[in-house]
């Protein structure tokens, strides 16, 4: 059973900047594309960032690009959202999720098959 860990979410100021973390357990990480999602109340699931097996590939939705940055380590099994220049309408529960194996980067939501529990991010303005 895979079991995905976010940490890092919580209230900043717009403008600020926060790092979310993904811890994975398992010994494949490596081998999988992982993403970012988020959930605002009443909204449903978008797609944040993805970034491919090896790390050579990422993708962003328009929204974030140019703010937010994903990387990943996969020596520690941890998949990152550096987030920067944050706004209020970025306000929203944030989920890593673990996608196909040696996958390019994928925005769908029903191509990723483990999902975290999710750590909420509040910017205010």
């Known amino acids: 059973q895979v079991q995905l860990v976010e940490a890092g979410g919580g209230l900043v100021q717009a403008g600020g900047s926060l790092r979310l973390s993904c811890a994975a357990s398992?010994?494949?990480?490596?081998?999988?594309?992982m993403g970012w999602f988020r959930q605002a109340p009443g909204a449903e699931r978008e797609f944040v960032a993805a970034?491919?097996?090896?790390?050579?590939?990422?993708a962003y939705a328009d929204s974030v690009k140019g703010r937010f940055t994903i990387s990943r380590d996969n020596a520690k099994n941890t998949v990152y959202l550096q987030m920067n220049t944050l706004k209020p309408e970025d306000t929203a529960v944030y989920y890593c999720?673990?996608?196909?194996?040696?996958?390019?980067?994928?925005?769908?939501?029903?191509?990723?098959?483990?999902w975290g529990q999710g750590t909420q991010v509040t910017v205010s303005s």
């Open positions: 999720a673990r996608g196909a194996t040696y996958g390019g980067v994928d925005g769908g939501a029903s191509s990723y098959g483990y």
């Open positions: 398992g010994r494949t990480f490596g081998l999988y594309t």
């Open positions: 970034i491919s097996w090896s790390g050579g590939s990422t």
